[in-house]
C-alpha cells in the first residue's frame, strides 16, 4: 500500500453546489478518499483534504482541476486570499511508504496533464521546483490571477508546463511535492510576550533555530498566558519532541513553565512514532500498531 | 465506528488445513478481518488475531468455535501447551470506541450461544469473571481437558453457560473481556542481572508496584545487558510511559543507563497517543490522526 495526500485548494467559497461537484469527481474515484472539506466566503476559496493511492488520486486530482475549470472564472472571483487559478495549489504529500521523490515524479505527471490537456499554464513548486526562486508558492502567486498576464511573458516565468499563455477564465496553476506541514503551538506559564517572542527566535530557523521550524510569539489575551506558535514544515527531519523539547529548554533560561502544546488540525501516525521512539528510546514503526495493519488490508480490499 | 480486538486460541498446530478452516469462518463476515495467524505445532496450538464490529465478530467467533468442534478431537490431542477445550479461550478486547461494558456484554452473548447451540460449558474469565477464583485464566483451566470430567463436578466449577458435563471431544472453553496486553522489555546497560531483578521488583503490582504491570529481570546472556521484561496489562490505567519513567528513575539509583526499549508484536494506537500526549503536555486523540481517519471511513465503506 502506498499512499500520497494531497490538499487542493480551489477558488471558489460561496456556491457549495460547485465545490460539491469538484468533491464529486474525487469520489468517482477507488482507493480515493475525501477526509476533509471546508469553504470560506471570506476567502471565497475551498480546501479538500483527500488521501489515496497515487495513480488514482493523480486522475482524481486531474479530474478535480478540469471541473473547476469548467465551473469557475476567475474574472468574477473576489476575495481576501490570493489566488491565480481555478484549482490554485495542488500539493502532494508522501503519507505511506511514499518517497518525497516519488511525489515530484506524480506532481510533474499531473502538471504535464494539466498543461497539456487543459491548456493551463502550471508551475512546480517546494520540492517539485525547477528552479529556486519557483520554490516558495508566494514568489509564484506574486501578482495574482490579474497581474499573470504581464507576468507570464518574463522568461523567468516561463510555465513548466502547458501553454505561454494564462488561461483565460482558469488562471494558472501551482503542483508540486511538499512534506506534511504540522501546526504546533506550546503555551507558557507568562503574560510576558517578549519570552514567547525570545523562544521563537531561538527555535526558528530564519533566526539560526532548527531548519525546518517557523515560529513567532502570540499573546493569548486575557488568558493570562502567553504562546509560541510554530509551523514544522518537514515532521520527519525536524521532529516535533525536538521542537518541544528545545522550547522547554530556553523556557527554562527565564524560569517560565512550559504549560501544554497542541498540535493544530490532523498529524500523521510517523509523527507520533518518531516521537514515542525518542521517549522511550526504541525505534517504532507504523507496520506494529492495530490500527496501521488494519488499514492496510482495508485499502487493498478497497477495489471496487 | 466500534471495533473489538480478539485473539482466540485453538488446538491445533500441526494440521494447516484444520487451522486454515477455523480461519475460513472469520473470513465469511463482512467487518471482520484477520490480522495475523500463526500455529505452534510443539504447542499444537493457534493463535488468530481478529479485528471487527462487535456483532458480526461474535457471530465470526461463534462459528470459528462450531467449526473448531467439528474438526478436533481433544481425545487425541498432544502438545506441551496447557488447553481444555478445542476452541480453548476466547478473549476480547475494546479496541475503538468500545468500553470494556460492552466487550463483557458480548463476552456473555458468544459464551451464552457456545454453550447452548454446541453444547460446550463455558466459563466467563478476566473483566467477564462471574467470580474472583475464575478471573484467572489458569486457575480455570488447572486439570486441563482430561480433568475436567472431574472438576465440573465441583459446584465451585459450575460452568457459566451450557451443560454441566464436559463435551466429549472439544472440551470447555473460556470467553471473556481483558485489556489489551502490552510486551514492553527495557535493555539496561549493565551485565548484573540482580539490578534488573531488582528493578523488576520495584515495578510490579505483585512487590509493591504499579497495579498493573508484571515483571521480570532477565540476562541476556552473550550481549553484555541485562532486561527488564514486562507486561502491561491494563495499559489505559498503567501507562507506557509511567512504567518506562519509573524504570529510568530506579536505573539512576544504581547509576545503570537505560539502553533502550522495545514493544513486542503489535500494539494499539491509543497507547502511543497517550504516550505522546504525556511527554509533550496535551491531551491527543484518535481522531486527530490521518490514518485513523481514513480507517473511519474504510471501515464504513466496507459493507459488502
Known sequence: MKLIESVPNFSEGRRKEVVEKIVAEAKKYDRVWVLDWSMDADHNRSVITLVGEPENL????FD???????????????????RMGAADVIPLVPLYNTTMEECVEYSKILGRRIGEELGIPVYLYEKSATRPERQNLADIRRGEFEG?????????WKPDFGPDRVHPTAGVTAVGAREFLIAFNVNLGTRDVKIAEKIARAIRFSSGGLRYVKAIGVDLKGKGVVQVSINITDHKRTPLYRVFE?????????????????IVG????????????????????????IESSLLEILVRESEK
Open 58 to 61: 493523480i486522475n482524481a486530482l
Open 64 to 82: 478535480m482541476t478540469k471541473k473547476a475549470a469548467e465551473l469557475i472564472d476567475l474574472r468574477n472571483h473576489t476575495g481576501q486570499h490570493p
Open 148 to 156: 499573470f498576464f504581464e507576468k507570464i511573458k518574463d522568461p523567468l
Open 246 to 262: 528545545l522550547i522547554k529548554m530556553e523556557a527554562e533560561r527565564y524560569g517560565v513553565p512550559v504549560l501544554g502544546s497542541d
Open 266 to 289: 490532523l498529524f500523521p501516525l510517523e509523527s507520533l512514532l518518531k516521537t514515542v521512539s525518542y521517549y522511550l528510546r526504541t525505534d517504532l514503526n507504523a507496520k506494529k500498531v
